[in-house]
């Protein structure tokens, strides 16, 4: 093999195994919070702004479709083929060595993910920090929405700022596709 070709395997494997990370961590924390506190529990971390909040959600961010019985079957199949496409365009881009790029797909991914094991799981999604700024208390969100969040704004400002890297990922994605089509 040739050492090119070994080098993208090895960072195929590398960006592979931080997906898998950051789910075990963000399965890890909500176990943690699950099985030492009570539903609806609160410890002030900082009394007044910031919180571990033990609470379930069965919409999506900001509680979208959580009135909906059907919501959480919607979400976990918008989940599946968002967080499939976003992993093998992160391998894409690996594979062209556009570092920021793997990395804000890394994050979506392993956020999409993380939060689809507690859907398809538990029928819901577990949250746990909580922001409060006075009287407004920020939607309570977690670890998995803390990736896909960072890797949004990752993958955004590589659009605004980073244009030869975003040119060189969407003329990469089209040379794959035209390859299998």
Known sequence: MSDKKSDTL??????????????????????????????YQQINVIPGFFSIFYCVNTGSAFSF?????????????VS????TVIFLLMFVAVHYRLKAMSVALCLIAGGAYGNLIDRFSLKYVIDYLRFDFGTYTFPIFNFADICAVVGTIIFVLIILFGKN??????NAVRKVFKKDA
């Open 165 to 170: 890297e975003f040119d060189e990922f969407w």
């Open 80 to 83: 599946v083929l968002i967080g």
């Open 65 to 77: 479709l959580a009135d909906k019985a059907w919501g959480i079957y919607v979400l976990s199949g």
């Open 10 to 39: 090895a960072l195929k494997s590398f960006f592979a195994f931080l997906t898998i990370f950051l789910i075990i961590a963000d399965q890890f924390i909500k176990r943690a919070v699950t099985f030492n506190m009570d539903l």
